[in-house]
RNA sequence: GCGCCUAUAGCUCAAUUGGAUAGAGCAACGGACUUCUAAUCCGUAGGUUGCAGGUUCGACUCCUGCUAGGCGUGCCA
């Protein structure tokens, strides 16, 4: 589709200018030729509205403009055109000949798993941060759907060409860990049998750090008495951080997420970054004392309030380590980054972005998108509270436990991606635990992987009558007349540029959607039609040629949103 | 108080970023398995796009003001 819009848009932008050069229409700017969808076959392929846009400056009725440009068309220079209207206000709607519709096959089946991508990215270097949950405790749901998004933008990304990478900051520094290293050793001491302890103020009291610390207590005794209590928090607080590490980069493969780089807060401050930003900030009159601590003028940037920068009593917030982090980013040379951050962080969108322009930083190099909260609700739509294992919360393991319980791990983890990737991110997300388990076409995992599974079903059962598909050079595609069998074609068009889209404005969602749509076309068609005839064999190749083609679409869609492409269900 | 997000059919959501008659699924009713997988398909219904203005040839989309819900808001990260 992208081809042919660019082909298309290169007519109508020769006619215009031919129009204009033959003094029929007056005037001084071709703007950008907008496409609009074709929502009924009756407008054609592709319909632009340009001789609306164009009324004013031409002082021109719309209609009367489509009519002026569209003579400077000749459909017999352009094989891919078939018919041009005009119709409504002014619309010009292009009829895509059937020599278009092959040409799609044609490349689809070249192309295989690599059609729907482009290198619009130019090889430039890319990364999103995300999850970056604090090593406190296993992976809420919420950084379940983090990860599947950051996953799949990572994807989408790649396929139009970008080289894009995933990392995860681990916030291994500041008052948290330190709560967590009290927390274990506070759960170390009662599994010792010590008595009269309490998790301190803001630290973790869930199961996973009673379990953790009972394991060392059992293994290891009384060991760790002898040593002074700060020492011993601060060896509890490192152990905890790394088996808490451990589990949820467990729980991120478990669901298909691999990281390609892991960094460290810890690190950073090590690096004496986060002194050289405070630095920097200094000699810029960014900063100030009061109140026994050193502010930040957020306010120059517009934003409401100041904000601390380093604590009274001497230690850094957050933000100091977390502004040095995206300096470092810059320097590794990424040419844009994108935060994917929880809800309970909108607070710091605006502030982040104003480090990064103290910095000096270009203005959009920095991307921050919210991911929004998840709620589990029931067929009926209310929310459901499930059994918390381990704690005050569930996590992304107890959700695929439970998803797995009924449909088994594969297909968990296919439906709880798809379930965060079908909505927009800014949304509000209501995962009906219901619908995840049904195994009908309610289920749109189900029935997007099912049309692949058909698919595929249908290769073998022709192997078994003996039917060997022919290649596309010697299948008669002309054989191709139904009118569902163009709109599948159509629909495989639209693939590419609906990756493009979904890549550049961040919207994974269109993905699952678009293979809803296209499952949506094919099924119908499936019980309609047979492909496999042996009665009419020149039918069944061109058949043949379109269903592998659907097939590659599907599975090149499934894949960019890390879900499998089953071949039998 | 201020900021961000959300509001579309009874329910859950789309609408290619300002285009033509706002589309799907679910829920309801009826129908299709000697035919490549019935986890599928076919048919019937539903709308003042939260409210009020504005911009535009044209608005679910942009602007202003309301209303309702969610989240955030100077020494947690």
Redesign the pocket.
């Known amino acids: 589709m992208d081809t042919i819009k660019t082909e298309v848009h290169n007519i109508l932008e020769g006619a215009i200018h031919a129009a204009v050069a033959a003094e029929e229409l007056a005037i001084s700017e071709v703007p950008d030729i907008?496409f609009?969808?074709?929502?009924?076959p009756e407008?054609g392929d592709i319909?632009t509205?340009i001789a609306?846009?164009l009324?004013?400056q031409a002082r021109m009725a719309p209609r009367k403009i489509a009519e002026i440009i569209v003579t400077h068309i000749d459909l017999d220079a352009h094989p891919n055109l078939r018919q041009i209207d005009i119709?409504?206000?002014g619309?010009i709607?292009i009829h895509l000949s059937d020599n278009w519709l092959y040409d799609t096959l044609h490349t689809i089946t070249a192309m295989q798993a690599a059609y729907g991508t482009c290198d619009k990215g130019a090889g430039k270097p890319l990364q999103i941060e995300f999850v970056s949950a604090?090593p406190t405790g296993p992976l809420n749901i919420v950084s379940g759907r983090a990860a599947a998004v950051g996953d799949t933008l990572i994807n989408l990304l790649n396929a139009i060409g970008y080289k894009a990478i995933r990392e995860y900051y681990v916030?291994d520094a500041?008052?948290?860990v330190e709560r967590l290293g009290e927390s274990i050793d506070v759960r170390y001491r009662q599994a010792l049998g010590e008595e009269g302890l309490e998790i301190p103020e803001g630290g973790y009291q869930g199961e996973y750090l009673q379990e953790f610390a009972q394991t060392i207590a059992d293994t290891e005794a009384d060991t760790y008495l002898q040593l002074k209590t700060n020492e011993r928090v601060a060896y509890f607080r490192d152990k905890g951080i790394a088996h808490i590490l451990a589990q949820q980069k467990t729980s991120l493969e478990r669901f298909g997420v691999n990281f390609d780089v892991w960094s460290s807060?810890k690190a950073v401050r090590d690096s004496g970054k986060p002194e050289e930003i405070i630095q920097v900030f200094r000699e810029k009159a960014y900063l100030y004392e009061a109140?026994?601590?050193t502010w930040f003028r957020m306010t120059d940037f517009g934003d409401?309030?100041?904000?601390?920068v380093i604590?009274?009593n001497g230690?850094y917030?957050?933000f100091v380590p977390d502004a040095a982090y995206h300096r470092d980013k810059f320097d590794r040379g990424f040419t844009k980054v994108i935060d994917l951050l929880g809800?309970?962080?909108?607070?710091?969108i605006?502030r982040l972005k104003n480090f990064v322009k103290a910095l000096g930083l270009p203005d959009d190099w920095l991307e921050i998108s919210?991911i929004?909260?998840v709620n589990l609700v029931d067929a009926e739509?209310k929310r459901v509270d499930m059994s918390k294992r381990s704690g005050q919360f569930l996590t992304l393991d107890d959700l695929i436990d439970e998803l797995a319980e009924t449909v088994g791990e594969q297909f968990a983890v296919d439906v709880a991606r798809y379930f965060f990737l079908m909505?927009?991110n800014?949304?509000?997300?209501?995962f009906n635990m219901e619908l995840a388990v049904t195994?009908?076409?309610?289920n749109p995992v189900?029935?997007i992987q099912?049309a692949h599974?058909?698919c595929y079903?249908?290769f073998e059962?022709g192997d078994e009558q003996g039917i060997t598909p022919k290649p596309i050079e010697e299948a008669s595609l002309k054989q191709l007349t139904e009118p569902m069998e163009h709109e599948l074609i159509r629909k495989l068009a639209e693939f590419p540029?609906t990756v493009l889209?979904s890549a550049e404005?961040r919207?994974a969602?269109?993905i699952p959607?678009y293979l809803y749509e296209l499952s949506?076309i094919f099924?119908?068609y499936?019980?309609?039609?047979?492909?496999?005839d042996l009665t009419d064999m020149e039918k069944t190749h061109a058949r043949l040629i379109l269903i592998q083609c659907v097939q590659s679409v599907l599975k090149n869609g499934l894949t960019l949103l890390g879900i499998s492409a089953p071949e039998?269900?």
């Open positions: 907008p609009s969808p074709t929502k009924t407008h319909a509205p609306l846009g009324a004013k119709a409504g206000a619309f709607n604090n916030n500041g008052g948290q807060e109140e026994g601590a409401d309030k100041d904000c601390v604590r009274s230690e917030t957050y809800p309970d962080h909108q607070g710091h605006t919210i929004q909260q739509g909505r927009a800014s949304t509000h997300l209501d195994h009908a076409s309610e189900f029935y099912y599974a058909r079903s249908i059962q540029s889209l404005t919207e969602h269109r959607h949506g099924h119908p499936y019980n309609q039609h047979r492909v496999l039998s269900m």
